[in-house]
């Protein structure tokens, strides 16, 4: 499951800074900005506590 949102979480920054490059895309960079957020909290609460 970690593994699959590191994969997510890599995809999102790559349509962040796609968006960031490409002029006149800024929606893309928010989109992606806000997936990122997501994803990442996401993976903070299913992580596994124990050590």
Do not use: E, N
């Not at 997510?8 to 928010?30: E, H, P, R, S």
């Amino acid at each position: 499951m970690l593994r699959f949102l590191g994969l997510l979480l890599v995809l999102w920054l790559a349509l962040t800074v796609i968006g960031a490059v490409i002029k006149g895309l800024f929606w893309l960079v928010v989109v992606g900005l806000v997936l990122v957020v997501a994803t990442a909290v996401f993976g903070w609460g299913k992580r596994d506590h124990r050590v």
